[in-house]
């Protein structure tokens, strides 16, 4: 199967970065908390981003596709966004854990469909 580079593609990138700047929100670790709440607003696109939502959409369906070759091994390789879409996808998460959520540096984690 050949998965096209729009699957793959970070979008908004400058609009994280530009989010994790702002003066309301604060880095603990690999957790973001915003003083005002917008790190928990899943459906807000942040300006002309992608929101939380849409991301773990495109990335859902990326691991349909990816379901489809039972024979088949991949290899993810993502940032602490990505990781922890990937994990909702595989263990249901409250909002909360869903959040706080993340992969150390180098961290190998391993999935497997069902």
Do not use: W
Not at 6 to 19: I, K, Q
Not at 45 to 62: K, T, V
């Amino acid at each position: 199967m050949e998965l096209s580079a729009l699957s793959l593609r970070l979008r908004a990138l400058s609009v994280l970065r530009g989010l994790l700047s702002h003066p309301l929100v604060r880095a603990y670790g690999d957790t973001l908390t915003a003083l005002d709440g917008t790190a928990t607003d899943f459906a807000d696109r942040y300006g002309d981003g992608e929101s939380m939502m849409q991301l773990a959409q495109r990335i859902y369906n990326l691991l349909d596709e990816l379901r489809q070759d039972e024979n088949k091994t991949y290899l993810l390789v993502a940032h602490n966004g990505i990781a922890r879409v990937v994990e909702s996808y595989f263990h249901d998460m409250t909002n909360e854990e869903y959040a706080a959520a993340g992969i150390k540096n180098c961290e190998l984690v391993e999935y497997h469909f069902e």
